[in-house]
Structures are given as C-alpha cells and as structure tokens.
C-alpha cells in the first residue's frame, strides 16, 4: 500500500498546548476517516501499550491515505482492531513507565485497611489487636489483586472492557468475600499491639501517598497522543481532581474512621 505524507509532517515541532484540551481530540489527525473506526483502533492499540507520538503516526499515515485516495479506512486498512495489531511492533508505554503508581495503589490499599482494623480494636478497648485468618484473607486479596494489575494489566483491562457487567459482578463478589472474611473468619491467628498496627497503616497511608504524588506531578501516567511534529503540550497544575486522586485513600479512611468514631460515641 502506497501511503504518502501527510501534511502533519511539515515544518517545525509545534505544540499541541491547549489548557482546554481540545485540541488534543485524536480525531484532529484523522478528519477523513469515520470517528468509529479511529475510535476503535486508538482503543486496541492503547490496550496493546502502544505509546501515543506512534498511534499519532498510524493515524496520520490512514488520514493521509484516504484523503489522497478517497477510499475509507476500513476498506483501504481493514478491521481497525486487526490493523491497530497490525501495527503494533515495537516497545511498549509499559517498558519504560515507573510502576510507583501501582505501589502508591497498594500501599494506599494496605494503609486503609490496618489504620480501620487498629482504629475498631481501639474503640474496643483492646491494647492488642487480634490478627484473625479474616485480616489475612482481606490483605491477601488487595495483593492479589494488585499483582494482577501489575503483571497482567493488559488481560485484566481488555476484560472490564468487553464484560463490563461481568466484572462488576466480580467486583461485588470480591468486595463481598473481604467483609465475609472478617465476619466468618474471626479466629485469632495472632496478637499484635494496637497502636504498632494504626503506625503501619499511617506509615503505608503517607507512603502511598508520597509516590502517587511522585508519579503524578512526574507526568508518569500522561500519554497524549500526538501527530507527527507535535510536541508534548505544556503540563498544568494538578488541579482540584488531581490533587483528591492523590489524596483519595487518606480521604476516605478519615471518613471512615471518624464514622466508626460517631457510631461508637452513639451506641
């Protein structure tokens, strides 16, 4: 398939800088083609781990391609989701991404569940907490799950994507076997002081925070996609969002702990 240059490829780098961010719609590199059809070629090609200065490319070289021919990308190119495979050789967003996003995830995770289970054997009265089989079940299930965003997020992502109700029955029924296993499996495997335990939590709360506050001001989960001679458009503030991802896990666990307070006070 003769492809020629496309416009986009002239002239000097410049930016797609828009605080708006309408200018960073992907359509703007493909206009001929049908919306469809770069839609669903963005999205395989994202689930592959494709970087976005090369789906960019691709997009550019099909643009260029049915303007010039007038033929449309589906029968010029075919399946979007076979050509985004197609095309997909090369390294990927994964290889060279800091995964301290998924450790400031987990630790998170972690810091929220010892800070409430040392807050409810506070409110007890017990100077002790004991560790049951239902704490280990809980804390096996966050790493489990971690692991699995870690090491398989392509597979996992792909799934939530092409059965979303099945998956949040998988979540529901994952949410449920952790409260199961801290009401059914109460049996005390260990004692350990409380005040050690709501210290991890804190310490695991403010070090999740610390590295999604590292990754996020690092730009590490941002990947525009940009036309040929585009630059990275100029990186903003955090902003109100930014600033409650980073701090959701704190959020919710004073939230929760100040309930647990005032169901206590009231009963």
Known sequence: MNMTDSGHR??????????????LDPQRL?????????????LEQRLLGIPGDRIGDALAEVESHVNDSGEGALDAFGDPVAYAREVAAGPRVDDDRDPSWIFGLGL???????????????????GRMALTAG????????????ALLL?????FLRFVLQRPWVSLGLFVLHFSAMVGALFLL??????????????AGVLALAAG??????SRT???LEDPILGPGESRPARGGLGWFGWLTILLFPLITLAMVGLSLLVARLS
Do not use: K
């Open 135 to 146: 704490h280990l079940v809980v804390l096996g299930l966050v790493v489990a799950t971690l």
């Open 108 to 126: 998170g995770l972690a810091g929220m569940n010892l800070t409430l289970f040392s807050t409810h054997a506070w409110i007890d009265g017990e």
């Open 30 to 42: 493909a206009p001929h083609v049908e919306q469809d059809w770069v839609d669903a070629f963005i």
């Open 10 to 23: 002239q002239g000097a780098p410049h930016a797609t800088t828009d605080p708006a961010g309408d200018t």
């Open 218 to 220: 690092a730009g590490q």
């Open 151 to 155: 090491l398989r997020s392509e597979a």
């Open 186 to 199: 109460s049996t005390p495997v260990a004692h350990v002081p409380t005040g050690l335990v709501g210290a």
């Open 209 to 214: 925070t610390i590295m999604e506050w590292r």
